[in-house]
């Protein structure tokens, strides 16, 4: 599962046509934003929450440009949604795993995003955590934007998403969510 966003994107081989409204998605992806597990991130390098969420815009400004008013007012608007105010100043090592998970969403939040990937975004954090980062989930999908997100407990499958796809080697099952938990899909 976690494979197939990363052959979305191209950051693994794959076969076959990669398109996204119409269009190859390698000449979009300026529009995708992909979440990785945070299990992929080196906690040891010292970067501080703000600095991190602030490294999602350096895509739309560059790589040696200053934030200006617009990005500062949105990193400050990301850090209070996502309740990480107080926590701008920390090192991401010393993070809990739900804040870290915070930390990685406000920072693809700040860029302007048609797709946004998502892998494994609920695993290990706290319940308080997966409740921020669904409202803010449910914010993108009212903006019109699409999410495709890797998860496993089966048992908020209804409550979080609208559309599944049951994945065991191949797809076994597409469609909406309530039938997806029907015992003859699972």
């Known amino acids: 599962k976690s494979s197939m966003l ?4 191209g950051e693994f081989k794959a076969t076959g046509t990669r398109l996204l ?9 300026r529009y995708i934003t992909y979440i ?18 602030l490294s999602g815009c350096y895509q739309d400004i560059g790589w040696f440009k200053r934030p200006e008013i617009t990005e500062r ?5 990301l850090l209070k949604e996502l309740e990480l105010d ?3 100043h920390r090192q991401i090592s010393e993070l809990s795993g739900g804040q870290l998970q915070r930390v990685l969403l406000a920072r693809a ?7 946004y990937l998502l892998d494994e975004p609920f695993v290990g954090i706290d319940f308080h955590s997966e409740q921020i980062i669904m409202h803010q989930l449910r914010k993108l999908k009212k903006e019109g934007k699409l999410l495709l997100i890797v998860h496993h407990d089966l048992s908020k499958t209804e409550e979080y998403f609208d559309r599944v796809i049951l994945l065991n080697r191949n797809i ?14 699972l």
């Open 172 to 185: 076994r099952y597409f469609g909406d969510s309530i039938t997806a938990m029907q015992p003859e899909n």
């Open 6 to 9: 990363k052959a979305f994107i």
């Open 73 to 77: 007012a949105k990193l400050n608007q």
């Open 109 to 115: 939040l700040m860029s302007e995003s048609t797709l």
């Open 36 to 53: 990785p597990q945070k299990a992929q991130l080196d906690l040891d390098f010292p970067i501080k929450v703000e600095q991190v969420v």
């Open 86 to 88: 107080d926590l701008r």
């Open 21 to 29: 409204y119409d269009r190859p998605i390698h000449t979009q992806l």
